[in-house]
């Protein structure tokens, strides 16, 4: 609900003054403003309830002479503040920002070309970053402070763009008369892509020449994608159960259901011939979610404040965690359910300045200019300093007791690493970027092929040349399906880091792998006899069948209730049965006559019975380095030293005078070690992995051999066997990863969910931290700090969130399912479903377990921003919007990355912008240009028509603004989409309900957008009379709005009133009938069209395929017609025009200011 206040002569201006927000039953917020006489607002302030209750945000904005925002204020505390300035000195337009200074001397500054396109930028720390464009506005040249450069060729003859990053890469895109990308290569991938006459994407080609076929409803929504090994997926919508409905290939159903405002209010999966809830979600008035509930039943609640900031999550067990925050919306405190409690400082510009812990410790946090942390202080008061390149990359890390460096090359990869180990080089293809190798610095190395678009092997080679060799063979789906592993002796054929190819040596083995039509995996047989089977229900595992020359060495099975937790587990003929809290934390264990019960305290850590055992040294004492790293570890007489590369990864452990090293690639798998005497470094295993980063087997280099490891539906280690069949070791494990039954006669350090397990210690290694399986607990504090939403992952020290049947945690840091079951999708399919859904819904489906996130997730969340900067639209209007917002503006490409820095705001336009620009165009149709909600009357020639029954070919009023003629035309397409924001506007005894953006016809002023109507404003009736605008107020709502486009003249006409308006407000094309009615015109000023002069600019470079600038705010262009259309910027004598020549005299088109 909005008060508005009206200006006093001469400013004429009715603005709201205060708005009571309902957020949720009980609960409202109330923005309170005030304005300057012009009627800008100058002093906004956000209370929870009335306008006495608690403040939440306070905030000032400053204006200069011209009306631009020259300074805000916000407020964090009663007595700290931030302030931001903004100059705007640039002698091409008085609306571009050139200087923003903030607090603590931040500073940055703009400089522009005549044509209002940015130049260059300087950062805070005097590092400049310079533009070049063509005559059309679009960018050419970046280049960035190093001097290195992307460089951008456009032939608009071929319409073809290659783009050239500071690596040298360059990808050749080819683009048909839409726009639409037709084909893109890097190095010798070729991609292809088709489209139908509605502009839908209805194939997709990758390098490999394998062809996915997408097919489309009337609507233009996916119905139906076809791979490129004849397997289908299909999407089923439902508009009266407002449904979508999945079906993979292998027949597996999931269905969204959603509320009348398109939110999902429940996904479900068929099962038993139903559909059964996964989980449901429920939303307030301003569309937060309020309450989760899993597939058990169990609920999660959220609470928030009058700003949508969440103050609360309160887990099924009853468990809370609360949150409190200063007035510029940074997290103050959190309150955990045992009473203790985080406290969290900052600096003005919002930054992160201190963590203070009740239960004991602080870290203090040190910036540069930049943003960087170049100083960090931990309650051992022990300091560790960071220091950056000029694109803001980490070049050296020390600490008392380490010091590491980086460099990288043009595009921004890392090159080296130099620690106290020595230095690890890496080596790409400078045709493509691709990572070619790694090597270490006691000489092994790593060395990766491809074929030409993904990787298919690796070799990895010790100090000596000999070698070991993966590698694999690919369906036309990216899948796996022939695995070959061998030797090689000697130097000769084994490629070097920089190197192309390997030579394959002695054959190893031959494994082989089958999926379902989903992408499952089914099964893995190796050559020597040993196979390992899956079966699923739906997506989750259900049986895993290790057997050795058709004979069952392993059988486990596995039944999940509604929440996928599994109840029911069977080991080669043994049953057990475990039962959950309402967290989904395992609370009882049932085998036989052995029966264990678990509970835990307020804060997630176990505290009643479980395994209780010390698995190591008894009374062992520990110590660690200056990053909390475990060094060593003593007790019973033993001692065991750890030391750590520049990764933070194990690289030596030594115990009794031995020494082993470790070798990991990028992903920190382990792929080798080595024993270590008098300093020379021997490998005596080397690990094999498919694509996927799956364990299959080891080479043992004393024999050659390969050794097996087979694996339960945990991905525990329950077996080792060599080539022949003969077993080597066993191992049981209770479910918290502690050793039960141990059987070895050969040594092995990867076992429970297939990690490193050192025996001596009791303790695994999971990358950051090592983990205790008998207190079910990490040795040191997570230093990621959980997501605020989900409670659980809030406990620092607790082991995948006390649900160890379900999930692993390879990295230390956040826990995920585990590696079997629904995670098996295809690298290429998990590609084309992550383009269909968007990287959003992706990532959660990862997390959730339903598909793999290797190469794909990696690739998607890179942004390819380079497009943003071919946008000629967004180039300038992101980077000004950016500094008008307040926020520094960093660099935007390099090395393929986003690295922009935006508040969340901008950050959203500039991720439409992305999306704009992105093969996907059918993001780009489905963008609105200007809407009603339903039930708007239009006038037709058969009746009044709600908005949304309107169908093409249906025929409405319509009115000729050349002529004034009045007639039925026909409607040529409908559209509707999603909206959160909605104007109301009082006329007569009606209320029309409109988006920000759509033209009405005002008396005197021509077509005019809602936000820019003014009360008293004279609307146009289909009868030629005029109604008086009442009042106007701003709702913010989430609603279906709908238009259409209207043959001819392009109007029509809304509500019992017959109010006069456009069918759309995007500037588009002339058309060669829009040509006609100019040249048939008598009036002078032809076109009135509100806007401002970028507007103007904007609609003029639409016009013309080429132009140039005349003489000083004069361009000429022509379309492809031969039309030309002539560009005159505002002046003292009036507003931009367009004069419009060739067709019969000229023409303008002129610009009112809005």
């Not at 919508?237 to 259901?257: C, H, I, K, L, M």
């Not at 999966?269 to 139903?274: C, F, P, T």
């Not at 002069?1093 to 140039?1108: C, G, P, T």
């Amino acid at each position: 609900m909005h008060t508005y206040k009206a200006s006093n002569e001469p400013f004429f201006w009715v603005q709201p003054v205060q708005t009571v927000s309902k957020i949720s039953e009980g609960k409202t917020g109330t923005t309170v403003r005030t304005y300057k006489a012009e009627g800008q607002l100058y002093e906004q302030k956000s209370y929870e309830g009335t306008a006495q209750g608690k403040l939440l945000s306070h905030r000032y904005t400053f204006y200069n002479a011209k009306g631009n925002v020259s300074g805000q204020k916000v407020l964090i505390d009663d007595r700290n503040y931030t302030d931001v300035s903004i100059d705007y000195d640039s002698p091409y337009g008085s609306q571009l920002p050139t200087r923003q200074l903030l607090p603590k001397g931040v500073e940055y500054t703009y400089d522009y070309y005549p044509t209002g396109e940015i130049k260059s930028q300087t950062d805070a720390k005097r590092k400049t970053e310079s533009y070049v464009y063509d005559a059309l506005g679009r960018v050419t040249k970046v280049t960035y402070p190093d001097g290195t450069q992307t460089v951008v060729v456009y032939k608009d003859d071929t319409n073809d763009v290659t783009v050239t990053g500071p690596d040298g890469v360059s990808a050749e895109r080819l683009y048909n008369p839409f726009g639409q990308m037709l084909q893109q290569q890097v190095d010798d991938a070729i991609y292809g892509y088709g489209y139908d006459d509605h502009g839908d994407r209805v194939e997709s080609t990758d390098a490999e020449q394998a062809t996915t076929r997408y097919a489309y409803d009337a609507f233009g929504r996916l119905v139906k994608s076809t791979y490129a090994d004849g397997t289908t997926d299909t999407v089923a919508y439902n508009a009266v159960d407002r449904t979508v409905t999945q079906t993979d290939a292998s027949g597996y159903r999931v269905r969204e259901v959603s509320d009348a405002l398109g939110r999902v209010t429940s996904t479900q999966e068929a099962k038993n011939g139903s559909f059964q809830p996964l989980e449901s979600l429920a939303y307030n008035h301003a569309g937060m979610v309020t309450s989760r509930t899993d597939g058990n039943g169990q609920r999660m609640t959220y609470d928030y404040d009058a700003l949508g900031q969440m103050t609360s999550v309160t887990d099924p067990s009853g468990q809370q965690v609360s949150y409190t925050y200063d007035l510029a919306g940074n997290v103050k405190t959190v309150q955990y359910p045992d009473g203790q409690k985080n406290v969290y400082s900052y600096d003005e510009l919002g930054r992160r300045t201190l963590l203070e812990k009740s239960s004991g410790g602080t870290t203090l946090n040190i910036y540069d200019t930049d943003g960087n942390i170049t100083r960090m202080l931990t309650g051992k008061s022990e300091a560790i300093t960071f220091q950056y390149n000029a694109d803001g990359l980490v070049t050296e890390a020390a600490g008392p007791d380490f010091k590491t460096n980086y460099t990288y090359d043009n595009a921004g990869r890392r090159t080296s690493m130099t620690d106290g180990q020595g230095t690890t080089s890496y080596a790409y293809d400078p045709a493509n970027g691709s990572l070619t190798g790694l090597k270490y610095p006691d000489g092994t190395q790593i060395t990766y092929e491809y074929n030409k678009q993904s990787r298919t092997g690796y070799v990895l080679t010790d100090a000596s040349g000999t070698s070991m060799h993966v590698q694999s063979k690919l369906d036309s789906l990216g899948q796996v399906t022939q695995m070959d592993v061998s030797s090689g002796a000697g130097t000769a054929g084994v490629q070097s880091v920089a190197g192309a190819s390997a030579a394959v040596g002695g054959s190893l083995d031959r494994m082989t792998f089958e999926y379902a039509p989903n992408g499952l995996l089914k099964g893995q047989s190796s050559s020597r006899g040993l196979s390992t089977r899956f079966s699923y229900n739906g997506l989750d595992l259900s049986g895993v069948t290790v057997e050795q020359g058709g004979t069952a060495l392993h059988q486990f099975g596995y039944e999940r209730d509604g929440n996928k937790n599994i109840i029911g587990r069977t080991q080669n003929g043994t049953t057990d049965q475990f039962g959950y809290d309402p967290s989904n934390r395992v609370a009882s264990e049932a085998a036989g006559e052995k029966n264990k019960t678990y509970g835990y305290d307020p804060n997630g850590n176990r505290s009643a019975e479980g395994s209780g055992k010390v698995f190591g040294m008894e009374n062992a004492s520990y110590g660690y380095d200056s990053v909390s790293r475990l060094t060593h570890v003593s007790g019973e007489g033993k001692e065991v030293g750890y030391s750590y590369n520049g990764d933070g990864l194990l690289y030596e452990r030594t115990e009794g005078g031995k020494t082993t090293r470790y070798y990991y690639d990028e992903e920190a798998k382990l792929m080798a070690e080595a024993e270590v005497e008098g300093g020379a470094a021997k490998i005596t295993y080397a690990y094999v992995y498919d694509l996927s980063g799956q364990l299959w087997a080891r080479q043992d280099k004393a024999s050659g051999q390969l050794q097996y490891y087979q694996l339960n539906g945990h991905g525990d280690v329950v077996g080792l066997s060599d080539s022949t069949g003969k077993e080597l070791n066993s191992y049981t494990y209770d479910i918290w990863g502690g050793p039960e039954t141990v059987k070895e006669t050969v040594p092995n350090v990867l076992r429970y969910a297939g990690e490193y397990w050192d025996d001596t210690t009791g303790l695994q290694y999971l990358r950051a931290r090592w983990y205790d399986p008998g207190t079910a607990r990490f040795m040191g504090e997570d230093t990621y700090q959980g997501e605020i939403s989900n409670p659980q992952s809030l406990n620092w020290y607790a082991y995948v969130a006390n649900n160890p049947l379900g999930y692993v945690d390879p990295s230390g840091h956040e826990f995920m399912p585990t590696t079997k079951g629904g995670i098996f999708y295809t690298n290429q399919k998990t590609i084309i479903h992550c383009e269909r859904v968007g990287m959003g819904t992706c990532w959660n489906e990862f997390k959730a377990g339903t598909i793999q996130a290797s190469t794909a997730v990696a690739n998607f969340m890179i942004v390819d921003d380079i497009n943003t900067l071919l946008d000629p639209k967004a180039s300038t209007f992101d980077k000004t919007l950016a500094a008008v917002g307040f926020i520094p503006v960093g660099k935007f490409v390099k090395g393929g990355k986003l690295i922009i820095k935006l508040t969340s705001k901008e950050g959203r336009y500039i991720e439409r912008s992305v999306e704009l620009s992105e093969k996907n165009l059918k993001a780009a149709k489905a963008l609105p240009c200007n809407c009603f909600t339903a039930g708007t009357k239009v006038q037709t020639d058969e009746r009044e028509k709600n908005i949304e029954d309107i169908e093409v070919g249906d025929k409405v009023l319509s009115k000729d603004e050349e002529t004034g003629e009045v007639a039925y035309k026909e409607v040529t397409a409908t559209f509707n989409h999603e909206t959160d924001e909605i104007y109301k506007i009082h006329v007569g005894d009606q209320t029309i309900e409109s988006t920000f953006n759509h033209p009405f016809w005002v008396e005197g002023k021509g077509w005019t957008f809602v936000k820019d109507l003014k009360v008293g404003d004279l609307l146009v009736q289909s009868d030629g009379n005029t109604l008086k605008i009442d009042s106007i107020e701003l709702e913010h709502k989430q609603v279906t709005v709908y238009n259409m486009t209207v043959d001819e003249f392009h109007t029509y006409f809304v509500s019992d009133l017959g109010i006069w308006v456009h069918n759309t407000n995007c500037w588009g094309k002339f058309s060669a009938d829009d040509l006609k009615k100019l040249a048939q015109a008598d009036q002078k000023d032809i076109r009135k069209i509100t806007g401002n002069a970028d507007d103007a600019f904007n609609f003029f470079k639409e016009q013309v395929s080429d132009f140039k600038e005349v003489s000083s705010g004069v361009f000429v262009g022509k379309d492809a017609n031969s039309v030309t259309f002539t560009y005159r910027a505002a002046s003292k004598s009036g507003p931009p025009t367009i004069d419009v020549n060739g067709i019969s005299g000229i023409r303008k088109i002129k610009f009112l200011e809005d």
